[in-house]
């Protein structure tokens, strides 16, 4: 018997309706070198049934469901510590892998790269419609060195798409011997993982589309104010190796200072009086940067977003953008 190679782990909350078809994706093309390992935050819906239908028909497949929900960093974490591949996978519980992906991947691992991340394209809910052909926008693979002044590049052209965790693959033991608890609770453990500090060894990006991305299905939406405004810039700021220029590239260090950023929350709906008064009100600030942060939390959200959508159909003409999704998606919701 082949000894394991790579770990596919699955974080999974309730996701009855959609892990079925991830797990078709995975193992129609896992190898004997290749396990997946779901790891269940005590789903309340039908993921339990849906996943060990396929363990009984998939011997490489393992489910373990926990007593209670952990949160997104935490069963991460869980899973990997159930695995025992030489890499792991952090796969997501709702997107695809293109037929070819492992294979893509099981070689890039045999070329003993530490880091590989995987480049994926994005489609909307009920996945017949694209949106992005591909996240990072590079017709061939890029080879980066994190210990030499490479890193501040990498982080500068694919610390955003970073923030996605099915992206990425890593040799076991690096995870293992990295500090993970301290970024419990930022929904972005890995990037924790990856950065605090310098990684050994080489990271490859593969520029073809690996994955599929089923957008706008994020657990973590009901908060996405609190993590782009302030969860995620802190961390990514956190790091004491990158320069801040590649962090800037990222997010800015405060983005909720800039009204037309505001704006563009309040036209998807995702800042509120509420956001303002328990968050941004409390920060120091003129009185005239006050004044005008409540404007945009109390201004109508309707003619916003219809100005927002125009505007943004006028600059992306040509592509399909993933702000305008977003922007639909309040538009659906207020119907």
Known sequence: MNPIRLSICIATFNRGRFIGETLMSVLSQASDEVEVVVADGASTDNTEQVVRDFAERHP?????????????????????????????????????????????????????????????????????????????????????????????????????????????VIKRELWNCRDKAGYFGTAFVHIGVIFQSLLPGS??????????????????????????????????????????????????????????????NRAMGHY????????????????IGRNLRRAVAIAPIAPLNILARLIVRWVFWKHPSITLTDLEAWGRQAK
């Open 272 to 287: 509120s009086l509420k956001d303002y008064e328990e968050r941004l009100a409390l920060l120091p600030q003129s009185q």
């Open 203 to 264: 990271v490859l990006v593969m520029a073809r589309p690996w994955i599929v991305i089923r957008y706008g299905n994020a657990e973590w939406v009901p908060r996405k104010f609190g993590i782009w405004m302030f969860s995620l810039p802190a961390l990514i700021w956190s790091f004491p190796d990158y320069a801040d220029w590649a962090k800037k590239r990222v997010i800015p260090r405060e983005p909720w200072r800039s009204l037309l950023v505001l704006l563009l």
């Open 60 to 168: 490489s497949l393992r489910y373990t469901r926990f007593e209670r929900k952990g949160g997104v960093d935490q069963d991460y974490t869980k899973s990997v510590e159930l695995a025992r591949g030489e890499y792991v996978w952090l796969f997501t519980d709702d997107d695809l892998m293109q037929p070819g992906a492992i294979a893509a991947v099981l070689e890039a691992a045999r070329r003993n790269y530490s880091l590989i991340i995987v480049n994926a394209e994005v489609r909307n809910l009920a996945l017949d419609r694209q949106i992005a052909p591909r996240r990072i926008k590079w017709e061939s693979d890029r080879v980066f060195s994190l210990t030499s002044p490479e890193r501040n590049d990498f982080l500068a052209t694919v610390g955003g798409y970073l923030t996605f965790i099915g992206c990425m």
